[in-house]
């Protein structure tokens, strides 16, 4: 099993460009997650999705939107990138939301650079 | 959801020593998780202790919880290079929870 992966790896976008960066996972886990990571601080919850079809705002959504079309896979989408926007982004999955199915297996990251 | 506060934020160690970071929070839980950030790559699951154990034992690993106190500790005995890493702590009460993290412990373990 692949696990989560994230694709692409990396990424460089000018200030108004738009991208998507899409999650996968091969677990068959109803629950995904996208945080950012900035330096010296943790992870924070952009959005996340208890199950095909929905999705919720987490922390931080604003200036991003997301879609769970398919069960394995989950989209971030950044319309107009702004500087601010520059970080880590990491997806990732877990089987339901409570107690043990609670534990979430994250994907290797995107770092995006927004100039 | 609520977040949880590691301390130290930062601590260095000789390979072979032992490691011990603590996690504090503020409202009762139904269990807490740790986890653990290589640099530069998403976290790893470490380990879940329920609010109804006291301590709990994975390899190398020794977490313990005191619910009275409303912290946790995370032990790393005999550590190594490799144990360098970030350490986070994820206090989760009942329900559907989203996982807050803070800004974890800096562990750098030296040769």
């Known amino acids: 099993n692949a696990g989560v992966t994230q694709t692409p790896k990396f990424r460089v976008l000018k200030t108004g460009q738009s991208m998507t960066l899409l999650c996968a996972q091969d677990?068959?886990?109803?629950?995904m997650y996208w945080y950012r990571q900035d330096p010296g601080m943790g992870l924070r919850l952009i959005h996340y999705s208890v199950g095909e079809g929905t999705t919720a705002k987490g922390e931080v959504p604003d200036g991003y939107n997301v879609s769970r079309l398919k069960k394995q896979n989950f989209l971030l989408g950044l319309e107009s990138a702004a500087p601010s926007q520059t970080s880590v982004y990491f997806c990732?999955?877990?089987?339901?939301?409570?107690?043990?199915?609670?534990?979430?297996?994250f994907g290797p990251g995107t770092r995006l650079t927004v100039l | 959801s609520q977040q949880g506060e590691e301390d130290p934020q930062a601590l260095s160690i000789q390979e072979g020593e032992n490691a011990t970071m603590n996690c504090s929070y503020k409202t009762s839980i139904n269990n807490l998780q740790w986890y653990r950030q290589n640099s530069g790559r998403g976290l790893v699951h470490l380990i879940l202790?329920?609010?109804?154990?006291r301590e709990k034992h994975s390899g190398r690993l020794r977490v313990t919880l005191d619910t009275s106190k409303k912290s946790s500790s995370l032990l790393i005995t005999a550590s190594r290079a490799a144990d360098t890493a970030s350490y986070f702590c994820?206090?989760?009460?009942?329900?559907?929870?989203?996982?807050?993290f803070g800004t974890g412990t800096r562990l750098l373990v030296s040769p």
């Open positions: 677990m068959n886990h109803e629950y």
């Open positions: 994820a206090p989760m009460n009942t329900g559907f929870q989203k996982l807050v």
């Open positions: 990732a999955s877990s089987i339901g939301g409570r107690g043990y199915y609670n534990e979430q297996f």
């Open positions: 202790i329920r609010s109804n154990e």
